[in-house]
């Protein structure tokens, strides 16, 4: 097998990054074993693996995962009503886009999780806090994506429902929204991501809730192999939830 | 007759009068009188929603202040050393798997599917590693700097006009040479980007362990006016606080050249 067809293979890679990764946990085993690294600083990776039922059955890992699901589905359900509502007035309303549009972006640079002691102060300490900040993270780049794809239907397929003589409602139902869809959801998945990712940081930093709030009991409680492993858990269900939301945009991408 | 010949020219009007800017107007100043007729109407307790003078003279005070330009260096300095960290390393891992299609293909999908993960979640491990202090913080924004600068590399360094580099090859310039006048003037654009999404993402991870412990910089004095109930103070920093990290996204990119980059 030649060199170019190895970096074309797709099995090679994969074998290679997952290989150097299991190399890499057991010299850090190797290492924690011989004393090189602290233990109590890093537990054993074998102790980690082991942690997991115990986190699994013993914390109750199930009804977490249901309330920081919950939490976060209901952000998500708000950024995509609101978001997609504001994105269409802005695109309706061009001197209020023009107006606005600048600020939205700004906003979504700006570090609005540091917000959550001012929502604790507005809602108190529950699931509403942690709602409002994955609603308030998650919603400028649904609006931003819903002007882009609205401003961005092709004027062919306005042009062919202005000829069936469609109204406005027809107009943005059968023909601009479809047309739009697909980078509405490029703004609904980034969305749910900074949703996602503000839900678990805020639960962890309120101590309340679910996957985060996890994580912040077993560290105070110096758990050090539950904390590795709810961490690596938190891990895992964020790169799941961002696998499928990218399948899902891959499959409402129109084919050029 | 010879009026009727000759162009009119009509006055651009003033940049006051510009619609837009008027809408500007007309909506701040909507909130900012919903905001003060909500806080003297007392739907809603005084103190979550402080009146606008209030913030205002908290705003004031905060600015006299000498002790929080000293919290604002210690912030400051944290986001900055993660940021050289991450960053120098996010810079490096980039450039390798940027220029390794096979290590791009092994380990840049980590890299991928680990960026988008809450880095605030690894605090507790930081702790363990680098301690109470100002070494944790450095740590929480090296690591959520590092993900988007090494993406960003990564696919800046793929995106180079091979020509580029073909001639740099025909000049017989050597690793260094070719890095320097090669590679890093024709990824400046992403790099930068990268860059900036670093710094907003260093500072979010750097202030939010101060909220979470720490007994110094600007995180720690925002959940201290939390805890003594002092909103107006609250207030006051939160809105220095992101006037301060939206200017410094905005003079990154402006350093970075990217405006230039934009109009050509």
Redesign the interface.
């Known amino acids: 097998m030649t060199a170019a067809a190895i970096v074309r293979s797709r099995t090679f890679p994969l074998a290679l990054g997952l290989g150097s990764l299991v190399v890499a946990i057991l010299a850090v085993e190797a290492l924690i074993r011989v004393g090189a690294i602290n233990r109590f600083i890093v537990p054993l990776p074998s102790q980690i693996v082991m942690a997991f039922e115990r986190v699994i059955v013993e914390e109750d890992i199930g009804e977490r995962f249901r309330l920081t699901f919950f939490e976060a589905f209901t952000a998500g359900a708000m950024i995509t009503v609101v978001g997609v509502s504001l994105g269409l007035l802005l695109f309706r309303v061009n001197i209020l886009r023009q107006a606005t549009e600048t600020w939205v972006a700004a906003l979504a640079s700006a570090p609005t999780v540091l917000m959550y002691p001012l929502f604790l102060v507005i809602f108190g300490r529950s699931a509403w806090t942690i709602i409002m900040m994955g609603f308030v993270a998650g919603l400028p780049p649904v609006i931003l994506k819903t002007i882009e794809g609205l401003a961005g239907t092709r004027r062919v397929f306005i042009d062919v429902g202005r000829s069936f003589k469609l109204t406005a409602p027809q107009l943005f139902v059968k023909i601009l929204f479809p047309a739009a869809l697909p980078t509405i959801f490029v703004g609904v998945r980034l969305g749910l991501i900074f949703t996602l990712i503000n839900v678990v940081g805020v639960e962890f930093l309120i101590n309340f809730g679910g996957l985060g709030q996890l994580i912040n009991d077993l560290a105070e409680r110096y758990d050090l192999p539950g904390t590795y492993a709810a961490i690596c858990f938190v891990i895992l269900v964020s790169v799941v939830f961002f696998v499928i939301t990218e399948w899902i945009e891959r499959w409402l991408r129109p084919v050029d | 007759m010879a009026e009727a010949g000759r162009l009119r020219l009509t006055a651009a009007p003033p940049a006051w009068a510009d ?2 800017t008027l ?2 107007v007309a ?1 701040i100043m909507t909130i900012l009188l919903a905001w003060e007729a909500i806080s003297r109407s007392g739907l809603l307790y005084r103190d ?1 929603v402080p009146s606008l003078t209030a913030i205002a003279a908290a705003i004031v005070k905060l600015a006299s202040t000498p002790d929080y330009y000293w919290h604002l260096w210690v912030t400051a300095s944290e986001v900055g050393t993660g940021l050289a960290i991450g960053g120098l390393s996010g810079l490096l891992a980039g450039l390798v798997l940027g220029a390794n ?2 290590l791009s ?3 840049e ?2 890299l991928y ?2 960026g ?3 880095k ?6 930081m ?3 680098f301690g109470v202090g100002p070494g944790s913080k450095v740590a929480m924004g090296a690591i959520s700097c590092f993900f988007p600068i090494a993406l960003s590399t990564a696919a800046g360094m793929r995106q180079i006009d091979k020509v580029l580099i073909r001639v740099g090859h025909s000049f017989r310039a050597n690793a260094w040479q070719m890095a320097a006048k090669i590679y890093l003037p024709a990824m400046r654009h992403p790099t930068i980007n990268g860059v900036r999404l670093g710094l ?1 993402v260093a ?2 991870g750097t ?2 362990a101060e ?2 412990l720490s007994n110094r910089g600007v ?1 720690f004095l ?2 201290q ?2 805890s003594l ?1 002092d ?1 107006p103070r ?2 006051a920093m ?1 809105i220095v ?2 006037v301060l ?2 200017g410094a ?1 905005a003079l990154v990119g402006r350093l970075g050249g990217l405006s230039s980059i934009r109009q050509r």
């Open positions: 619609p837009v809408v500007r909506i979550v299609r096979m293909k092994s380990f999908p980590y599917y680990l988008p993960t809450p605030i979640i690894f605090f507790p491990v702790i363990m590693w907003g500072i979010i202030l939010l909220t979470k995180g925002i959940i006016a939390f109930f909103m609250m207030y939160l606080l992101f990290a939206i996204n």
